[in-house]
């Protein structure tokens, strides 16, 4: 029997190219991310799911698809799939890392910039004719050379914007992490902290962390309050990890200075959103991964963890491996 995978949404074709070799590849066809029943309907008889950080991919509908041997999500983070149960079900599951590290260290530094030099006020201003001769005291940010980055997750992505903003700025480097890594403290000449430490410190504060159970909120008033009023927080990870009224109102209030973010909770957020409001909150439509560089070889890799579970081989990029596989080949 043929095997058949779905794809929730078209994703670069060059990526899909050795995939469609030995599978019939079924991309749906469509602007906006399926509904759960869409899914399920896709899923019937597919033994290959492509999915995006937009499908929800829960216990419900990986046990509604019997003949399900891999879900391949075409993104670093799995915060959409039920990685346990599909382990339960005998399900592979993978994900797609080090090919959009560059992209997304790069857009975190255009966030950066962007929320330090003002320019979500400096653009609205040009756009609505409200620009009317070189402001001596007007849209003034903050420089980076020689100050402190913070990282909040110390992993691939973090450690590239480090890397970045210690070569290009000669910024001293904190971060904070599960554990220490002693390599990259060397590499980086980075200091390991507590978190508490590390937001007082620091005067950009970048978060890099997946998405838990457990980290929800974890930049919340609490927090907002221990950094310097100058201080601006990126968030290019995922958008539950900060309370978004608490952000807010950090801006609003004059916590801290400014505000990057690439990632909110939901996405997108709701028109009337307050995040949307305010003018030092720079709010980019999660696009840490769009170039076509990153996104061609995300196809890639997602086709090749694809290609392997379904001749019965390990995931090259897998996020449960050793999974006992169900079914045969
Ligand atoms: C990821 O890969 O997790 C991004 O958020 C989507 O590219």
């Not at 799911?49 to 041997?69: C, H, K």
């Not at 996020?319 to 079914?327: S, T, Y």
């Amino acid at each position: 029997m043929t095997d058949r995978v779905f794809v929730t949404r078209p994703i670069p074709e060059a990526g899909l190219a050795e995939l469609r070799k030995v599978a019939e590849v079924v991309v749906r066809d469509a602007p906006m991310p399926p509904t759960r029943d869409e899914l399920i309907a896709g899923l019937r008889g597919a033994t290959g799911l492509i999915s995006l950080v937009t499908d929800p991919v829960d216990a419900g509908v990986l046990e509604s698809a019997g003949d399900l041997r891999a879900v391949s999500n075409f993104a670093v983070g799995f915060n959409n799939i039920d990685v346990a149960a599909a382990t339960r079900l005998g399900i592979a599951v993978g994900n797609t890392p080090d090919v959009l590290t560059d992209a997304t260290a790069d857009c975190t530094l255009m966030l950066l910039l962007a929320a330090a030099r003002c320019l979500r006020p400096g653009l609205e201003d040009v756009a609505a004719g409200r620009w009317r001769t070189w402001e001596p005291m007007g849209y003034l940010g903050q420089e980076l050379a020689g100050k402190t980055l913070g990282i909040v997750g110390l992993g691939r992505i973090g450690s590239a914007v480090a890397r970045r903003c210690r070569g290009g700025w000669g910024m001293n480097i904190l971060y904070h992490n599960p554990r220490p890594l002693p390599d990259d403290e060397r590499e980086l000449g980075a200091r390991f902290v507590d978190l508490p430490t590390l937001l007082a410190e620091s005067d950009f504060v970048s978060l890099h962390c997946p998405a838990t159970a457990t980290n929800r909120g974890m930049i919340g008033r609490e927090q907002l309050r221990r950094m310097k009023p100058t201080a601006v927080l990126i968030n290019a990870a995922r958008g539950s990890l900060v309370d978004e009224a608490a952000l807010v109102e950090a801006c609003r209030a004059g916590w801290i200075f400014a505000a990057g973010i690439d990632v909110t909770d939901p996405e997108p957020p709701a028109p009337e959103s307050p995040l949307l409001r305010e003018p030092n909150i720079v709010v980019a439509p999660h696009v840490g991964s769009a170039t076509v560089v990153a996104r061609t070889a995300m196809a890639a890799r997602a086709s090749a963890n694809v290609m392997a579970a379904l001749i019965g081989q390990a995931m090259p990029y897998p996020v449960n491996p050793g999974v006992v596989l169900r079914g045969g080949n």
